[in-house]
């Protein structure tokens, strides 16, 4: 049955003027229209900020407005306008067709399944050349789900009733699909299925990863991954459809398998279970069309926290008022609270309802860079946490190799870029100047306290990993009232200098304290052990750095009676968010004073030196930017 005969029997025919505002964000659908001739615009109605952000055109004879009536609460989420000059619709109340769709079901769900497969199909297309290339996927976020072989029929279906795709279906054809279900297992980098073909069966996932990648005029970008278990694809066979996508392992992952044509058999005898199936089929391509507006949303706004805000506040209508979801975005605005935000999302895309389930799987997966630059805030915590909390019985050098340790973790999953190792002394016993930059805000730990990832970074992945020995680092002295940096720095051995501030003591103090500098950095450079310094004495963001160099470092270099290589690290953007950028290290060829100053007692001379150098040194830092541009 065709939409034409529905019209002989319950419709009528329209024309509507440009402008003519079909539908409103969360009016109540009492019609659902089909397009004749004309254009239709789609719009999103963001609730903050407040303002329109245009999705789509459509054009296409047949085109639905409004079938998300057929699910509930049956209100819209989007404005839709009449965008050319006239437009002409078949006109149907929604309550006539959902009767119609009973007595006629396969055949007319159908149809408009596959009317709304190619919309969705369309606005894939259109969208394609704002997908930013993203090849972050979930991982630390795996969910481990072990399906044991004995009780498989019994694993399999709560599995698949975790599904939001046909986890509503009745347990009849639950336990029908589960006894039909294929056990596979797939290596890294294998392809499910490719986009254009006609998948075989569909898919429910155990345990791994999938990629979802689609491919047009000869550029593939990633749409998502997918690592919840019980999530289901290769569904667009059940309508004779091609792939929209090719799937593919990220990692070593399980899933379970059923052909379609035995999906088919098991509602071939019950009308209204294949009328169920086709409305699953509906109600999982208005899932994705809602996802691709939410990643649309996300390339517009460059801010994901107002994406998950306008996603949940839009599908407000469909939770229940006692849903945790409504407490995401707010909580999401707080680092200190964003664990609790994170936590929800987790339970509720595996223990929530179906609006849950499937808002929870698009705002994970939406928020995968907001969730790695969470991981990496964690990580930090856990850093501070190990040194202060957990290292009480061990040496200063025990204390900074542990953190050494918890530092590699945490940039294990991070973008960076190391060169010129080539330029390391084999032998430990030098001074390691490097630029100091700022910690960007968002990672200032709950008791005021910024661990340096800069010098952090130089101790664990180049000296550590070098020599074995993280090397001893110059740190400042804590102003009164940083109980976070003093506990942080109380046990690990570093030499603490003072630094201009308004707590800052006497010159006597200051002159007694450098004595004491001096004479601690010598005696470990005497000991063939490193040191890290920061010439500038205070840190900059990368477009500003370097500041002006201080003669100490070299100063100490000359008082040694074997004197020292000075070995040059240069750094960028370890001042911005981890998970946005990579960041960058550059190792220089090292040099000794001796072969740059005629006369180390001349001070002047020293001093001409240190700010020649420092000029070198941001030399070097800006062609480092042009290399990475």
């Not at 979801?325 to 999401?332: A, D, E, F, G, Q």
């Not at 929800?344 to 849950?356: H, K, P, Q, W």
């Not at 240069?570 to 990579?582: A, E, G, P, S």
Request: glycine share 4%.
């Amino acid at each position: 049955m065709c939409f034409n005969h529905l019209l002989t029997l319950y419709g009528q025919k329209v024309t509507l003027d440009k402008d003519h505002i079909i539908l409103q964000p969360n009016e109540k659908i009492i019609y659902v229209y089909f397009l004749i001739k004309g254009t239709i615009n789609h719009f999103y109605c963001l609730d903050h900020p407040r303002e329109e952000i245009f999705l789509h055109s459509s054009s296409n004879p047949q085109t639905p407005v409004g079938w998300s009536g057929l699910f509930p609460p049956a209100r819209s989420l989007n404005k839709i306008i009449v965008a050319s000059k006239k437009a002409v619709f078949h006109k149907f109340e929604i309550k006539l067709l959902k009767q119609e769709i009973k007595l006629s079901s396969e055949r007319l769900l159908l149809k408009l399944s596959k009317t709304i497969f190619n919309q969705y199909l369309e606005v894939l297309k259109s969208q394609h050349s704002d997908i930013k290339v993203d090849k972050l996927n979930a991982v630390g976020m795996r969910e481990k789900y072990k399906l044991i072989k004995k009780k498989q029929l019994k694993e399999s279906l709560i599995l698949i009733k975790r599904s939001p795709f046909i986890g509503e279906m009745d347990d009849s054809f639950l336990n029908g699909l589960a006894k039909k279900l294929i056990l596979k297992s797939y290596p890294p980098l294998t392809k499910i299925y490719k986009q254009e073909h006609v998948s075989k069966g569909i898919y429910v996932l155990i345990d791994g990863e999938l990629s979802i990648i689609r491919s047009q005029a000869g550029v593939s970008k990633q749409l998502r991954t997918i690592s919840t278990p019980g999530f289901i694809v290769g569904w667009e066979g059940l309508l004779k459809e091609n792939n929209f996508a090719s799937a593919e392992t990220v990692v070593t992952t399980k899933m379970l398998y059923i052909p379609h044509h035995e999906v088919q058999k098991l509602v071939s005898h019950d009308s209204e279970l294949s009328c169920k199936l086709y409305m699953r089929l509906i109600w999982m391509i208005d899932s994705q069309l809602q996802l691709c507006y939410s990643r649309f949303l996300k390339v517009k706004l460059k801010n994901d926290q107002l994406v998950i805000h306008n996603l949940i506040k839009k599908n407000s209508v469909k939770l229940k008022i006692t849903s945790k979801l409504h407490k995401v975005p707010h909580l999401l605005t707080n680092q200190n609270t964003r664990i609790l935000a994170f936590q929800i999302l987790s339970e509720l895309n595996i223990s929530g309802d179906t609006e849950e389930r499937y808002l929870s799987s698009i705002s994970l997966d939406l928020l995968k860079r907001e969730t790695r630059d969470f991981h990496f805030y964690q990580g930090l915590i856990n850093i501070y946490y190990q040194v202060t909390e957990n290292t009480s019985k061990l040496g200063p050098l025990q204390v900074r190799k542990a953190c050494a340790i918890s530092v590699r973790e945490l940039f294990q999953h991070i973008d960076y870029h190391i060169e010129g190792w080539e330029n390391l002394p084999n032998e430990s016993g030098h001074i390691f100047i490097y630029n100091h930059l700022l910690n960007h805000e968002s990672y200032t730990l709950p008791n005021d306290f910024q661990i340096t990832l800069d010098s952090h970074f130089i101790s664990a992945m180049i000296l550590d990993k070098k020599y074995n020995d993280p090397g001893t680092r110059i740190v400042r002295i804590a102003d009164n009232g940083e109980y976070g940096h003093q506990n942080y720095y109380q046990n690990q051995g570093h030499i603490k200098v003072y630094t201009s501030s308004i707590d800052s003591p006497s010159r006597i103090h200051k002159k007694f304290n450098n004595t004491t500098f001096y004479k601690e950095a010598s005696k470990l450079l005497s000991e063939n052990k490193n040191l890290i310094i920061s010439p500038e004495g205070k840190s900059y963001t990368t477009e500003s750095s370097p500041g002006l160099f201080k003669t100490g470092a070299f100063k100490l270099a000359m008082q040694q009676k074997n004197e020292p290589f000075i070995v040059p690290v240069i750094l960028r953007d370890f001042d911005k968010r981890m998970v946005q950028n990579k960041v960058k290290c550059k190792i220089l060829k090292p040099f000794k004073i001796k072969d740059l100053i005629s006369d180390y007692g001349n001070q002047n001379e020293l001093i001409s030196f240190t700010n020649n150098y420092q000029k070198q040194f941001k030399s070097e830092l800006i062609k480092m930017k042009s290399q990475f541009s």
